[in-house]
T-cell receptor
Framework: KQEVTQIPAALSVPEGENLVLNCSFTDSAIYNLQWFRQDPGKGLTSLLL?????REQTSGRLNASLDKSSGRSTLYIAASQPGDSATYLC????????????FGKGTLLTVNP | DGGITQSPKYLFRKEGQNVTLSCEQNLNHDAMYWYRQDPGQGLRLIYY???????QKGDIAEGYSVSREKKESFPLTVTSAQKNPTAFYLCASNRGISYEQYFGPGTRLTVT
């Protein structure tokens, strides 16, 4: 059974700092990995999707990497801003008989002005 | 604008009543999903549908039912058999396996 772990559970940084969020998964047989952002009381916003054949994806100040063999992904946020404060979730799409996303519990990020 | 709509945003019901949550998408996606989110537990899959008139149970389907009569719509009914129905419910869709998944704004259901 696929399990996704995100460390740390919460992170507080000063504005302008570069930071890394971590995601690990137990079964490396994945189709892809997706990073999301969730603001309080809202739905999830997709940030980046990395296919299993890719090593990284970039969007603006965000860069996500994937090391499938070791079961790890990182989300790098450059020059953090208070507006980046949210919960960040990673999820993997696994194969087998049930094609579904398995989510981590998220990292709550607070960027202080 | 293309997207996923969920209604209502907030829903209050008495214990023992069935309630139906609406999910509509105009993204022309084949696959649709229902998740439940509880504090400290992350998102858990309730049901998913990869095509019209077909759907599969997820990890926590007991006490829930769905239908997929139209490509655009995937309503979720929370029945009185669901023991802890109070939660935040999220609907999602995508073009299919390995495609980016998009989420609606969610419905917060409170049952007392």
């Amino acid at each position: 059974k696929q399990e996704v772990t995100q460390i740390p559970a919460a992170l507080s940084v000063p504005e302008g700092e570069n930071l890394v969020l971590n995601c690990s998964f137990t079964d490396s047989a994945i189709y892809n990995l997706q990073w999301f952002r969730q603001d309080p009381g809202k739905g999830l916003t997709s940030l980046l999707l990395i296919q299993s054949s890719q090593r990284e994806q970039t969007s603006g100040r965000l860069n996500a990497s994937l090391d499938k063999s070791s079961g790890r992904s990182t989300l790098y946020i450059a020059a953090s801003q208070p507006g980046d404060s949210a919960t960040y979730l990673c999820a993997v799409y696994s194969g087998g008989s049930n094609y579904k996303l398995t989510f981590g519990k998220g990292t709550l990020l607070t960027v202080n002005p | 604008d293309g997207g996923i709509t969920q209604s209502p945003k907030y829903l209050f019901r008495k214990e023992g009543q069935n309630v139906t949550l609406s999910c509509e998408q105009n993204l022309n996606h084949d696959a649709m999903y229902w998740y439940r989110q509880d504090p400290g537990q992350g998102l858990r899959l309730i049901y998913y549908s990869q095509i019209v008139n077909d759907f599969q149970k997820g990890d926590i389907a007991e006490g829930y039912s769905v239908s997929r009569e139209k490509k655009e719509s995937f309503p979720l009914t929370v029945t009185s058999a669901q023991k802890n129905p109070t939660a935040f419910y999220l609907c999602a869709s995508n073009r299919g396996i390995s495609y980016e998944q998009y989420f609606g704004p969610g419905t917060r259901l409170t049952v007392t």
